[in-house]
């Protein structure tokens, strides 16, 4: 962590209040003999940062960060632009997450491609909801504040989440693909993430879709 760290110094911006990374959740998957942990800066920062790290059964580990939304050139938002004044990662969360994998041999099954990682990831660390076509309505109609993205106009903003979707229903039944349903909603953080991988099943492909609405509560 400690490397990623300095690698990514936008990782260290509330250091200096006293902020650390804290272990907040492992997964352990006993059959395939592998964990993955979540670090976290405390709550009572807003729109805090987060670690996710990879740990195989030779206890080697490997560490992906884990921005906030406001970082969108990290996460390739569909449908969107990079925020003026944020400082560029210079790395992707697609990269960061097949050379995290890179710990992990691949079996002589070529369609396994450390999938099951992936899946504990996204829905027992994450806690992310896999959409199918019942989940059209929620998708296309809940937007998340976030105060840390500039203020947007409302109407804009769903004119966003609709193009998603849109976008993402063509490809969610993916050939070959391990499950049916290839979009994963993490509602807490504001994401959809829609899992695609190479023919060689070498790297995985990660579209990511922005589901927040930048809104800066005024006080009186």
């Known amino acids: 962590m400690e490397?990623?760290?300095?690698?990514?110094?936008?990782?260290?911006?509330?250091?200096?209040?006293?902020?650390?990374?804290?272990?907040?959740?492992?997964?352990?998957?006993?059959?395939?003999?592998?964990?993955?942990?979540?670090?976290?800066?405390?709550?009572?920062?807003?729109?805090?940062?987060?670690?996710?790290?990879?740990?195989?059964?030779?206890?080697?580990?490997?560490?992906?960060?884990?921005?906030?939304?406001?970082?969108?050139?990290?996460?390739?938002?569909?449908?969107?632009?990079?925020?003026?004044?944020?400082?560029?990662?210079?790395?992707?969360?697609?990269?960061?997450?097949?050379?995290?994998?890179?710990?992990?041999?691949?079996t002589d099954n070529p369609k396994n491609c450390n999938f099951e990682v992936v899946e504990e990831m996204l829905q027992s660390l994450l806690v992310c909801q896999k959409i199918e076509e019942k989940d059209s309505l929620s998708v296309v109609k809940t937007l998340n504040l976030n105060s840390d993205i500039p203020n947007e106009q409302r109407e804009s903003a769903f004119s966003r989440i609709r193009k998603n979707y849109e976008k993402m229903k063509k490809d969610w039944h993916p050939k070959d693909f391990f499950s049916n349903y290839n979009c994963y909603y993490d509602e807490r953080r504001g994401?959809?993430?829609?899992?695609?991988?190479?023919?060689?099943?070498?790297?995985?492909?990660?579209?990511?879709y922005r589901q927040d609405f930048g809104f800066t509560a005024v006080s009186m």
């Open 3 to 106: 490397d990623l760290m300095n690698r990514f110094p936008e990782l260290k911006v509330n250091q200096k209040s006293g902020s650390k990374f804290e272990l907040v959740k492992s997964v352990k998957d006993f059959k395939s003999d592998f964990e993955i942990q979540l670090y976290s800066e405390s709550d009572s920062i807003d729109n805090k940062q987060q670690i996710i790290v990879l740990i195989n059964s030779e206890e080697e580990c490997s560490s992906i960060p884990f921005f906030g939304n406001k970082y969108k050139d990290y996460w390739e938002f569909s449908f969107d632009k990079p925020i003026e004044n944020v400082n560029k990662i210079n790395s992707t969360f697609t990269r960061e997450l097949n050379n995290a994998l890179k710990i992990f041999p691949i």
């Open 191 to 208: 994401r959809i993430y829609q899992i695609n991988y190479d023919e060689d099943c070498k790297n995985y492909r990660i579209t990511t």
